[in-house]
Nanobody, 127 residues
Framework: QVPLVQSGGGLVQAGGSLTLSCEAS????????MGWFRQAPGKERTFVAS????????YYADSVRGRFTISRDNAKNTMYLQMNSLKPEDTAIYYC????????????????????WGQGSQVTVSS
């Protein structure tokens, strides 16, 4: 079991920026695909972005592409989500997650293919 500890989040005005981080307690972070998901009140958890084990390839939901950037620092066992040009519709609890196996292509966007999750970070974007 690999704990994922998130930090960041908060309240920001529309058009502003915010950065989330997700740190693993073990080096087992390094070989795994990682992802970010979000869940608004009363709605399902949806895919935001993912990054491969080396940090070479990224995959984004259409709703955030061009505004959000996912990255990772394997030496620090930490993943980041930089969010720019934030909109009120980005308001949600954001979760980092570790893939459970060989996940690629459209499988990356499915939460059932991730086995460990962070505690969540609230992001609120005001108008």
């Amino acid at each position: 079991q690999v704990p994922l500890v998130q930090s960041g989040g908060g309240l920001v005005q529309a058009g502003g920026s915010l950065t989330l981080s997700c740190e693993a307690s073990k080096r087992t972070f390094n070989p795994y695909v990682m992802g970010w998901f979000r869940q608004a009140p009363g709605k399902e958890r949806t895919f935001v972005a993912s990054i491969d084990a080396r940090g070479d390839s990224t995959y984004y939901a259409d709703s955030v592409r061009g505004r959000f950037t996912i990255s990772r620092d394997n030496a620090k066992n930490t993943m980041y989500l930089q969010m720019n040009s934030l909109k009120p519709e980005d308001t949600a609890i954001y979760y980092c997650a570790r893939a459970s196996g060989a996940v690629y292509g459209t499988l990356l966007a499915r939460p059932e293919n991730y086995d460990y999750w962070g505690q969540g970070s609230q992001v609120t974007v005001s108008s």
